[in-house]
């Protein structure tokens, strides 16, 4: 079925999906807008392009800001950090889960932003480099550190690093050098810096209690 | 990437319903799904998120047996206490896959029907390719297989089942519950993945329709002499070249049970029959173990770029084989 296909949507199938526990959260395509694979109409399927209608609207906290805002269901956390609230320390790398570039903090753990669906944050929060601390306050130890050991080179890997590096010594895995290199392999540094991130993360370690 | 609607689930109820009326497909933590929609490789028109269904995120320790929730996370089953102690080639198939930020991402039952990181396969319609387009032809025949599969190819491909969870769960005997329009059905991990034969896009032998709720491993004498031996280009954060899975049940020295599957090597988890049955009986030491590897590679297929894993993967094995031997209780 296109977008212009004009065939009325059959709802043969409706009664059989008629659940309410499948919770649609808000999607419009072809002019309708879905509130449910129930009553309201299954979605029609492969409409051609992402029209503003198709948003969905989700609510979530980044760096302890409660935000609402409308994402296209494809947008990557990492693209709606960027693009959308003009947070751009988490960087784009590969775009697929591969350098570690784009890590932030769900809930408290890192994961690839590039990878997780912005839609699936409802009701989730988000650090990002920009809220390791306060706007005025003083650096992190970790980004303290990383300046003290120079544990970077061009730095584009540098805000993944960090963010990664802080849930390292969180979790407890920053013990020794050959773990804090194994709990870091996820974050690839093109520049080769790893030996001033390997010190550094050791460091902070002590400074934050690890 | 193909728009989409995107759904969330608070219950297992209905899922199948919207699977079979409408073509949506099961979204866990989305690390092979979206990133094949990025490449515009998966092309779902529907998305049903079931990561905020209670209950399915819990690992259960019974005497015999681990059971774990589908959306139990990567990282979460790895350091468990009780999968450390009582199937530490479970946790160890985990901790050495992917990175920290994918771990705490990825569910497992997401990472049973991981597909594919064949190259011709991942980089799109400039590649024949059987997987991605039935009918197409497979680059990787002629092409450069250095990753591609020593076990369990065909014609039509020969592309490696690149996880290394599944292989450690096949090397147990383990089992997963799926929920589908049929009801209730459980299936045993080892025959989840088909073989590519004519049909390299039919991956696994789930319906459409059906999900994945819970995935049980017997462990009894079977599970602490146990080692998931991991072998990448480099020291972490890679796929296998070669993987063995081993599991032992030793009685003063002498096999009386082995299991050994291998990963990296073939196109599904891969169990080696012959090579458990040559140690059985025998006393395990190195040269038992090299020849248990000598045996598990005897059927090896390599291709042009991909030999040189037949010493290597004989030589895991035999490590692998020692390592979990030095777990045993009963040594
Ligand atoms: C850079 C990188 C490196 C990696 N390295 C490794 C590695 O070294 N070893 C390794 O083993 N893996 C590795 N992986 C793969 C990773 O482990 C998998 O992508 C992950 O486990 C998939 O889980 P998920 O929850 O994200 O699945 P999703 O992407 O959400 O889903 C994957 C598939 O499973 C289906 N699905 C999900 N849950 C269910 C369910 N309950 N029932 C039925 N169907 C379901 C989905 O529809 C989809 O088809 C790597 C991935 C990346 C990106
Ligand atoms: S090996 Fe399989 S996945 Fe790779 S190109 Fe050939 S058909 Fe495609
Ligand atoms: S940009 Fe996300 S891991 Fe590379
Ligand atoms: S400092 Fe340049 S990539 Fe790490």
């Known amino acids: 079925m296109s977008e212009h296909d004009p065939s009325p949507h ?31 109409t299954a979605a029609t399927p492969s409409a051609p392009v992402a ?160 | 990437m193909r728009p989409f609607t995107y759904a969330r689930a608070t219950s297992i109820d209905g899922i199948h319903a919207v699977q079979s009326a409408t073509g949506a497909r099961i979204l866990a933590g989305g690390t092979t799904l979206y990133d094949l929609m990025k490449l515009g490789i998966e092309t779902p028109g529907h998305l049903v998120d079931v990561t905020s269904i209670a209950g399915l995120d819990e690992i259960r320790s019974h005497q015999d047996e681990l059971i774990f929730g589908a959306l139990v996370t990567m990282s979460d089953a790895a350091a468990h206490p009780a999968v450390l102690q009582r199937a530490p080639v479970l946790a160890e198939s985990l901790s050495k896959a992917a990175s920290p930020q994918l771990r705490n991402m990825a569910t497992l039952a997401g990472n049973l029907l991981q597909r594919t990181r064949c190259a011709y396969f991942r980089n799109g319609p400039e590649y024949p390719c059987n997987k991605r387009m039935p009918g197409s032809g497979c680059a990787a025949l002629d092409g450069l297989d250095r990753g591609h599969a020593l076990f369990g190819g065909s014609r039509s491909c020969i592309a490696v089942y690149p996880g290394d969870w599944a292989v450690a ?115 395990l030491d190195r040269a038992a173990a090299l020849e248990a590897g000598r045996v598990a590679f005897a059927d090896a297929r390599p291709g042009q770029h991909n030999g040189f894993k037949v010493a290597l993967g004989t030589a895991a094995v035999a490590d692998a084989l020692m390592i979990a031997a030095e777990r045993s209780p009963s040594r």
């Open chain 2, 169 to 283: 769960l096949a090397a147990l005997d383990a089992t997963v519950d799926v929920h589908g329009s049929r009801g209730m059905r459980t299936l045993e991990v080892a025959n989840l993945h088909r073989l590519p034969g004519d049909t390299p896009h039919l991956e696994t032998v789930l319906e459409p329709d059906e999900m994945i709720l819970n995935i049980r491993v017997p462990v009894g004498r079977l599970g602490q002499a146990s080692t998931y031996h991991k072998i990448r280009d480099r020291e972490s954060y890679a796929f296998a070249l070669v993987s063995a899975a081993v599991a032992l049940e030793l009685d003063d020295g002498m096999v009386r049970q082995a299991r050994i599957a291998l990963g990296g090597v073939a196109t599904r988890p891969w169990r080696v029959p012959a090579a458990e049955a040559a140690l059985a009986g025998q006393r």
């Open chain 1, 10 to 40: 059959d709802r043969s199938h409706d009664l059989s999906i008629n659940r309410r526990d499948v919770m649609l959260v808000g999607v419009a395509m072809t002019g309708v807008t879905l509130v449910g694979f129930g009553e309201t």
């Open chain 1, 51 to 210: 029209r503003p209608e198709m948003n969905l609207t989700i609510h979530f906290q980044v760096n302890g800001r409660p935000i609402e805002m409308s994402v296209d269901p494809r947008a990557s956390l990492l693209d709606v950090l960027r693009e959308q609230l003009d947070l751009t320390g988490a960087k784009k790398g590969c775009d697929h889960g591969q350098c570690g570039a784009c890590t932030v903090h769900v809930d408290g753990r890192r994961v690839a932003s590039c990878l997780t669906l912005a839609a699936k944050m409802e009701g989730r929060a988000a650090l990002t480099i920009e809220g390791l601390t306060p706007a005025d306050g003083p650096l992190h130890p970790m980004q303290q550190a990383f300046i003290d050991h120079d544990a970077l080179q061009c730095g584009y890997c540098t805000p993944g690093q960090i963010m990664a590096a802080v849930a390292c010594v969180q979790e407890g895995h920053a013990s020794s050098e050959a773990e804090i290199r194994e709990y870091m392999s996820g974050n690839i540094c093109r520049c080769g810096a790893y030996v001033g991130i390997v010190a550094a993360i050791r460091d902070a370690a002590v400074t934050m209690g690890g």
